[in-house]
């Protein structure tokens, strides 16, 4: 403890803890290992005195750093990067080429999105569907 000092009802003792320790006696200490899973660049003791706070490293969220993003998992193998959402809640993928959605289940084909009459398809500016680039003669969305 960094200091002690005599509770407001005198019958006990109060204690400071020092950085990155928490509880009565200042006995439980907060580190990456036991916490966070060894998955976070730093940890200290929450706002409330009580636990602790991870700050995960890059690609894992969740309490104490337990949840990690995966292209394979999270993006059905179908995307260039994942990285955890602005909310620290779950996963965001960037699709590859040619695939779409939130989890790049959605994939673009000449076959399927263009009747086979189109020379190429790539997802679309919205990133929600197919833009057919049609062969001469033929016509349509």
């Excluded at 006990?12 to 006995?27: E, L, R």
């Excluded at 993928?93 to 076959?111: D, L, N, Q, W």
């Amino acid at each position: 403890a960094d200091s002690v000092a005599v509770d407001g009802a005198g019958t006990g003792c109060d204690c400071t803890c020092s950085a990155g320790f928490y509880g009565p006696a200042c006995v439980s200490e907060c580190t990456i290992a036991a916490d966070c899973n060894g998955n976070a660049d730093s940890v200290d003791v929450d706002g409330a005195g009580t636990g602790c706070d991870c700050t995960c490293s890059a690609g894992f969220y969740g309490p104490a750093c337990v949840s990690e993003c995966t292209i394979a998992a999270d993006c059905n193998g179908n995307a260039d990067s994942v990285d955890v959402d602005g909310a620290g809640t779950g996963c965001e993928c960037t699709c590859s080429a040619g695939f779409y959605g939130p989890a790049c289940v959605s994939e673009c084909t000449i076959a399927a999105d263009c009747n086979g009459n189109a020379d190429s398809v790539a997802v679309n500016s919205m990133g929600m569907g197919c833009d057919c680039t049609c062969k001469a003669g033929f016509s349509g969305s």
